[in-house]
């Protein structure tokens, strides 16, 4: 009785030894981030393909911008990212990078008889109107005026938004803030705001299944989401007076036209961005990291992971409804890297060398 | 002194020395193995007070928790917090009128709408009901209890708004829309979400616990009290107003302020049905937002300071509530213990 038990010790000890000398090894070969729920499907979809590649693991948590905002600064983790970007005075006195990750768009959708996806037209100014409580009927002159062949029903405007905080509702108001001086006034701009009109759903499908049980409805939605699900989404008169849908391509057409070079910090908004194919809803989701990181070799590892994934991951992300980062902008993000991230001794965490076929 | 199942008071236990020495018919033990006992006793003692040591700790560190992380709400807004409607992430302004508000109303239909069918089951189980079917109605009830909250949340939103949206409101709007005062519950544009449908689908969520209740304590009446009243002709019906509810008063509302402690807190269900639109409204029919789905929807993403202490704010706001109800529910089941205790 008493040999087993010594045994069973002793092969408890040598195998806990065994451990012991991996575990070391298995933490340096996983870096953690936290943040955005959005940017999560393609993260962790990315993150899969890299560590059967690599071996390498990206451990991301989906606990919301304001949760990785929160947990970076704290330095608990490795990146955090957020889908409103930091200013450059808030990314200076925390003492860290943002540069973005990747793109998608908030597009509005309806459920109204008769009417096909992308045949409502709808301005910037009319949607702030809708969601302001001013147009409360969708016979209503101003949207008869714009949508001469489309039938409208004289049926009251079910105005449907986003209860639960978040990137989209950001960017949503961020865009309506923009084009309407009312609505900067009354409503603003921010992850949640206080609407004056409808009802609140939670999460994309709460918005989504809001839209569908109501007759007569509005929401708006991830693009992503709009497109799996195949909702009546409008088409939307962009910054250049042009009418255009929602797709890949006005979605980077949004962030080609926009002046990233004159935005310190990346803290820029692709909304009504000028441009004859731009969605004028289109946001990006920005990763945060520390100038002077914590662990060097972590945030090394951190950014060959992103430059790989600007390299090699845009196909994953198309296959996701997600619309890639041009190579123009991803070309000023790695300048940026070089300049600003750097270890204690004030080296360049990163080089040219580290990009991986 | 203690009484067992049948009223009649228990022996004093006999202490272990005496047990042992009945058992081995020694007159002797050992004082070795009797100071080991001691010792073991002791530390089972020690053992079960730590685990109850800990759920009081618990307490008092999320009481503690709460107080500090809502402080700067509490600080920033004062009492105006619980007074004001206004709900604004923007200008960092926040009230919790419209969600306390949601809250109470929400439960108060679910009161209404409960309480008169629970006592229905439990009537009809513990006096109507043939024997053999008791037990299938009785297991039906508590199954009920036991689906989780957010398929009736689904259920509520996918099945049961339509018809609401498209039958039942439109009937009650035009029953009751024109009726003076009344007539302001039932305005607006039926949409099948709002406060009228989260209230009814609490109230089908707390029916099981408010039924159970009512049939335990129902079902301690003694007999010989209702036979006497069912000998002096009295029928069922007077029976149950007349003997089974006096006899039980206490024990019931005891068990319905149980189950208006559940629907203050329920969450999920309410999410997906209420509407969650921070909007003080007289009409039932209009969307409104309570405590608990306020909390669900926005503490993740919810950036500035203000906000997140103004959440946690309203969870401690929630958490008095809830013990406001749960105390009274605990003394009015104690008084019930007393005096059954007494006249039995």
Redesign the interface.
């Given at each position: 009785m008493r040999r087993t038990s010594l045994t069973t010790l002793a092969l408890a000890a040598v195998t806990s030894l065994g451990l012991a000398t991996i575990v070391p090894v298995q933490a340096a070969a996983t870096i953690n981030g936290a943040g955005s729920t959005f940017v999560y499907p393609i993260l962790a979809k990315w993150a899969d393909t890299y560590r059967t590649k690599t071996g390498l693991g990206v451990n991301y948590q989906s606990i919301g911008s304001g949760g990785g905002i929160k947990q970076i600064k704290a330095k608990t983790v490795t990146f955090g990212a957020s889908d409103k970007p930091l200013d450059i005075k808030e990314l200076d006195e925390a003492g860290l990078v943002q540069f973005p990750i990747i793109m998608g768009g908030v597009v509005p959708v309806v459920n109204l008889k008769n009417v096909k996806p992308g045949e409502l037209k709808l301005t910037g100014a009319l949607l702030a109107d809708i969601y302001l409580g001013k147009i409360t009927v969708w016979n209503d002159a101003a949207l008869a005026k714009l949508n001469p062949g489309v039938k409208l029903p004289a049926e009251k405007i079910n105005v449907v938004s986003r209860a639960d905080g978040s990137g989209t509702t950001y960017i949503f108001t961020h865009y309506l803030s923009k084009v309407s001086k009312e609505f900067k006034e009354k409503i603003g701009n921010n992850t949640s705001v206080e609407w004056k009109a409808g009802v609140g759903g939670k999460g994309n499908e709460g918005v989504a299944s809001y839209v569908r049980q109501l007759n007569g409805s509005i929401g708006y939605v991830e693009y992503a989401y709009a497109l799996q699900n195949k909702m009546t989404y409008a088409q939307l008169q962009n910054k250049a007076g042009k009418f255009v849908k929602p797709e890949t391509e006005s979605f980077q057409a949004a962030a080609a036209s926009a002046d990233w070079k004159a935005s310190p910090g990346f803290n820029l908004m692709l909304t009504d961005q000028a441009g004859a194919k731009s969605w004028p809803i289109t946001g990006a989701t920005f990763i945060l990291l520390h100038k002077k990181p914590v662990k060097t070799e972590n945030a090394q590892e951190a950014l060959k992971f992103f430059d790989w994934a600007y390299r090699q991951g845009d196909k994953m992300a198309d296959a996701l409804d997600y619309v890639p980062i041009p190579d123009s902008v991803v070309k000023l993000v790695e300048a940026t890297w070089k300049k600003d991230v750097t270890d204690a001794a004030g080296k360049a965490v990163w080089t040219d060398a580290m990009i991986q076929k | 002194m203690m009484r067992g199942p049948y009223g009649a008071p228990h022996f004093h236990l006999p202490d272990k020395k005496n047990i042992l020495t009945m058992a081995t018919g020694q007159s002797e033990i050992p004082d070795s193995v009797l100071k080991r006992q001691r010792l073991m006793d002791r530390a089972f003692h020690a053992t079960t007070a730590v685990a109850a040591g800990i759920v009081l700790i618990l307490l008092v560190g999320i009481i503690i928790s709460l107080f500090i992380g809502s402080w700067q709400a509490l600080s920033t807004f004062g009492f105006g917090f619980v007074t004001t409607d206004?709900?604004?992430?923007?200008?960092e302004k926040f009230g919790a009128l419209v969600p306390i508000y949601g809250t109470l109303v929400s439960s108060l239909i679910a009161i209404v709408i409960a309480v008169p069918i629970s006592l229905g089951i439990a009537v009809f189980l513990t006096e109507v009901s043939p024997e053999w079917l008791r037990r299938p109605i009785g297991t039906a009830v508590e199954l009920l209890a036991a689906i989780p909250s957010i398929i009736y949340g689904m259920w509520g939103?996918?099945l049961f708004?339509?018809v609401l949206a498209n039958h039942v409101q439109p009937w009650l709007q035009s029953t009751f829309g024109d009726t003076p005062v009344i007539g302001a519950l039932f305005q607006g544009?039926p949409?099948?979400?709002?406060m009228l449908p989260a209230g009814i689908i609490l109230g089908i969520m707390i029916i099981p616990f408010i039924t159970a209740i009512m049939r335990d304590v129902f079902l301690t009446v003694p007999k010989f009290l209702k036979e006497s009243a069912y000998g002096l002709g009295a029928t069922t019906w007077e029976v149950v107003w007349n003997v089974v509810l006096p006899y039980t008063r206490m024990a019931t509302v005891g068990g319905i302020f149980l189950g208006l402690g559940r629907a203050l807190g329920e969450t999920m269900a309410i999410?997906?049905i209420i509407?969650?639109?921070?909007r003080l409204s007289a009409s039932l029919f209009e969307?409104g937002n309570s405590i608990a789905?306020t909390l669900?929807?926005?503490f993740?993403?919810?950036?500035g300071d203000a906000h997140?202490s103004s959440l946690i704010a309203l969870g401690l706001v929630l958490f008095l509530i809830t013990f406001i109800v749960l105390s009274l529910a605990k003394l009015l089941l104690m008084s019930l213990n007393q005096r059954s205790g007494k006249k039995s």
């Open positions: - | 206004a709900w604004n992430p923007v200008t939103l996918f708004a339509p544009a949409l099948g979400i709002g999410t997906f509407g969650n639109t921070h969307p789905s669900a929807n926005e993740t993403e919810a950036v997140t």
